[in-house]
């Protein structure tokens, strides 16, 4: 995509974590190379470490579809993947990955193993839930993630000022602005259809 727009935000960890919960549950969108395993775009391109996968991310869904072998399944262009750590109750336990309760949804597991996919650059929706939207959320999003124009318009118009405290630095293709002006702008350039956010934590 040339001539992305590209909107950094400047907060602290308080606001940093209050963004992520607004954000993550609905998903952001990231560029990657799909045509590959769930657990090579954690490990090798989200550069996660692969114990923190193993252990940490217990509950994985590809197309709202529970995951038990993350090594097996492929992910592919315009994929929604969804993370979390053990949800409670039985429900929970239920949908872990390899939990001895997997037999109980087996109509929903997700099982297309192929591995014909193409491997290229495309966009994937992810989601993160509960403490991996904690742990995952920041550094993703200083990293930088994709949105469309009309879900950043309705992001910072409507949640961003309502719900996130403190102070905060808006910089819009690196000049200084606010929320309004920032909405201005972002309408008067939906033809450009995505934009990138990233925040710097102080």
């Not at 992910?75 to 039985?90: F, Y």
């Amino acid at each position: 995509m040339k001539n992305i727009s590209e909107i950094e935000v400047h907060l602290s960890h308080k606001a940093a974590r209050e963004m992520c919960l607004l954000l993550f549950p609905s998903g952001v969108l990231l560029k990657v190379q799909v045509g590959v395993s769930i657990k090579d775009l954690l490990c090798e391109q989200l550069s996660l470490d692969k114990i923190y996968v193993d252990k940490r991310i217990n509950t994985i869904f590809l197309n709202s579809q529970p995951v038990d072998d993350i090594s097996k399944v492929i992910i592919k262009s315009n994929d929604t993947l969804a993370l979390s750590s053990a949800m409670p109750g039985l429900i929970g336990a239920t949908l872990r990955r390899d939990s001895h309760l997997a037999p109980l949804r087996a109509t929903i597991t997700f099982k297309e193993y192929r591995n014909d996919a193409i491997q290229a650059n495309d966009r994937i929706r992810l989601k993160l839930f509960n403490l991996i939207l904690q742990e995952l959320g920041p550094l993703l999003l200083q990293r930088g993630v994709m949105m469309e124009f009309e879900d950043m318009i309705e992001f910072f118009n409507n949640k961003m000022s309502k719900k996130i405290t403190g102070t905060l630095d808006i910089y819009f293709n690196s000049k200084k602005t606010d929320i309004t002006e920032l909405c201005r702008r972002l309408k008067s350039n939906v033809e450009q259809k995505f934009v990138i956010l990233k925040i710097k934590i102080s």
